[in-house]
Structures are given as structure tokens and as C-alpha cells.
């Protein structure tokens, strides 16, 4: 009888652990993951340097992403040289704002847009988004300005880039200031420095 006491002690330790097992193994894979690749994509692109000179021609450039896990873009960086920033009235003036954009990559339509205004004295703006995102599917992340770093020549032969479930695919840059429709996808140009939160 003591026998059968401890064969049922133990069976019924053993399923409470299996299922303490699977209740932690579920509980980790609902666990809201934040990432933010950018660091590691610029050191993959092998960008050394970048020019922040401030002003010049309008220009939308970015880069094409996709996200392995349905998720959500929670929010976007933009840095812009500190050189550029309005000293006055003239150049506030003169300079244009900055658009941000996040594009359908497939239909080339707007899914998102934040004008930011020149004018504000800061270099570096986070931007609320809350964008759904489905897998496997490509967004563009564009800047429209008349102010951005131009980096050094990047190694675009790491593309597409994988990490942490988001995939970067192309880098995107335009000659001229037509901000309607995604740029061209660029071989030997990376401008800008824009990055985004991915929640997944």
C-alpha cells in the first residue's frame, strides 16, 4: 500500500512539473518583445562616417523593412545635424519641414505621416506611430528634408540585413524633392539617420 502511495506521489509531481513547464514555455512566448535593429544595421553597412554639413537639396530617402512576426511599430527616431538647426527667422524661413513617411512598399500608398516642424530647436525627435504590421510583409520608412547626414559609402551587399525578426531589404534615396511617391532603391547611397521600435 506505501508502495502505491509513493508511485502516485511521484506521478503526480511529475505531471505538475510538466505542466508547470509548459505554463512557463506559453508564458514566455507571450511575452511583448520591444527591438530596435538600427545600431546593428549601420555597423553591418560598415558606415564609418557621415557628413553633417547641414543644409541641402530636398530629398526623401529611407529603407524597405519587413517583420518575420505579426507586430506593431510603436515608435520612430529621427536625428538631424545640429549644425542645421534654425539660428533665425530667415533660415526658418528658407528651410522646409521634414515629412515622415511609412509606406504600403506593394501599393506605394501613405500608411502614416508626421510633419515636424523645422523650427523646433531640437536634433533629435521621437515620433509616436502605432502601426500594425503584418509578417512577412514590406513597409518603406522614408524622411522627406532638406537637412540629413550623408554617410559614408555603405556595403550594400549585406542587404537584405536580418536581425531580431525585422529585415531591412533595400535602402531608398531620390534626386529631387517629389516626396508622393516611394525613391528609387539605392545601390551606393545611405542618408539619414532614421530608426524605429518594433513590438512583437
Not at 500500500?1 to 505531471?15: D, P, R
Not at 523593412?65 to 533665425?88: D, H, W
Not at 510633419?115 to 500594425?132: A, G, K, Q, W, Y
Request: aromatic share 12%.
Amino acid at each position: 500500500m506505501k508502495t502505491k502511495s509513493n508511485i502516485l506521489a511521484i506521478l503526480t509531481f511529475f505531471v505538475l512539473f510538466i505542466f508547470s513547464c509548459s505554463s512557463d514555455s506559453d508564458r514566455e512566448e507571450d511575452v511583448i518583445q520591444e527591438v530596435n535593429v538600427f545600431n546593428e544595421f549601420v555597423n553591418a553597412l560598415g558606415v564609418e562616417s557621415r557628413d553633417d554639413s547641414g543644409f541641402n537639396l530636398e530629398r526623401t530617402f529611407g529603407y524597405v523593412f519587413s517583420a518575420s512576426k505579426e507586430g506593431k511599430l510603436t515608435k520612430a527616431y529621427i536625428r538631424i545635424p545640429s549644425n542645421s538647426l534654425p539660428q533665425s527667422s530667415i533660415l526658418s524661413a528658407v528651410v522646409s519641414d521634414l515629412e515622415f513617411t511609412i509606406w504600403d512598399f506593394d501599393n506605394g500608398s501613405k500608411m502614416f505621416i508626421s510633419n515636424l516642424d523645422h523650427t523646433n530647436s531640437e536634433d533629435f525627435r521621437e515620433i509616436n506611430v502605432s502601426l500594425d504590421i503584418k509578417e512577412g510583409k514590406k513597409y518603406a520608412i522614408t524622411l522627406t528634408s532638406q537637412v540629413y547626414f550623408e554617410n559614408s559609402q555603405p556595403v550594400t551587399s549585406i542587404l537584405p540585413f536580418s536581425s531580431k525578426g525585422i529585415t531591412i531589404h533595400n535602402l531608398l534615396a531620390n534626386d529631387g524633392n517629389s516626396f508622393n511617391t516611394i525613391p528609387s532603391i539605392s545601390e551606393d547611397e545611405y542618408l539619414g539617420d532614421i530608426s524605429f521600435d518594433f513590438e512583437r
